[in-house]
């Protein structure tokens, strides 16, 4: 056993990807780093936002949604974490919405049997206007309407994790709603453009407030519809310090989650305990 599996810490991997139009290419990118996160040590791996499809166009992945609990991604990877004996937070699927022309953009949860075992649809919608571009994620995408929360118990240690997306990023209240989490998961597609600005400054911000950790999996680079993503996939201690950065390209970082380091936090400075609203 890795010194992580003999005490109250948890190593995870964040998976960073450039995907492409076609789904099993980039299931076996994900399968291959996936593979190369667990011989590492890691116990859990996150992948990022679109991890399955990055389409030439925004309805191509209406095309490729699934029904939740069938279909060929969820089946592949659910073989995935088997193979690995590892949790996979499986960035974002399409599922099936009630419109037959949107989709759900979901983040699905695998156990080490390969079981599914928790479940966020994507929350907040990302949309902007200028006057040469305009990109809504509303004309293809339904919006969730529940928060995303995950528990699992790894060496006889309870971890809590919060489910969120991208763009949900921006919205501080919903993680405030989670409540006390060990760490925030989010998968992201992040624009090159608002990620260069905002990025870090978000996910430091998202851990200090909350005084977790944070793990963001992020797409990192140029990709065949010419968008291009930010990268920089990281992990954030609750103090607010990047632990491990990937700026760009395909790959993966990994780090510890230490309960004592969320205790000594929380304890040092109990700004949780101090919440008046």
């Not at 949107?102 to 156990?111: E, H, S, Y």
């Not at 305009?134 to 969730?144: D, F, K, L, P």
């Amino acid at each position: 056993m890795s010194k992580s599996e003999n005490s109250a810490d948890l190593k995870i991997a964040s998976i960073q990807m450039v995907s492409t139009p076609d789904v099993q290419e980039n299931l076996a990118t994900a399968s291959r780093l996936i593979t190369a996160a667990a011989a590492d040590g890691a116990r859990m791996a996150v992948l990022p936002e679109y991890f399955c499809i990055m389409g030439l166009k925004d309805t191509d992945k209406v095309s490729a949604r699934e029904s939740i609990g069938s279909g060929p991604i969820q089946e592949q990877l659910s073989h995935i974490t088997k193979t690995n004996n590892i949790y996979l937070v499986a960035g974002t699927i399409p599922l099936a919405a009630k419109d037959p022309n949107k989709v759900l953009n979901t983040t699905l949860v695998f156990d080490p049997a390969g079981q599914q075992i928790a479940r966020y649809d994507k929350i907040h919608l990302f949309g902007f206007q200028t006057a040469t571009e305009r990109y809504q994620e509303s004309e293809t995408i339904e919006a969730g309407n529940e928060p995303g929360l995950l528990k699992i118990s790894v060496n006889g240690n309870e971890w809590v994790f919060g489910l969120s997306i991208c763009y949900d990023l921006r919205f501080p209240e919903l993680y405030r709603v989670l409540g006390q989490v060990d760490c925030h998961i989010i998968p992201a597609a992040f624009t090159y453009t608002t990620g260069k600005d905002h990025w870090e400054i978000l996910l430091r911000a998202r851990a200090i407030e909350n005084q977790g950790y944070v793990l963001a999996s992020a797409q990192g680079g140029k990709h065949q519809n010419q968008r291009r993503t930010w990268g920089n996939s990281m992990l954030i201690d609750p103090w607010g310090e990047v632990l491990a950065n990937l700026p760009e390209g395909e790959g993966f970082v990994s780090g510890v989650l230490c309960k004592d380091k969320l205790n000594e936090v929380r304890s040092k400075l109990p700004a949780l305990a101090h919440r008046k609203l």
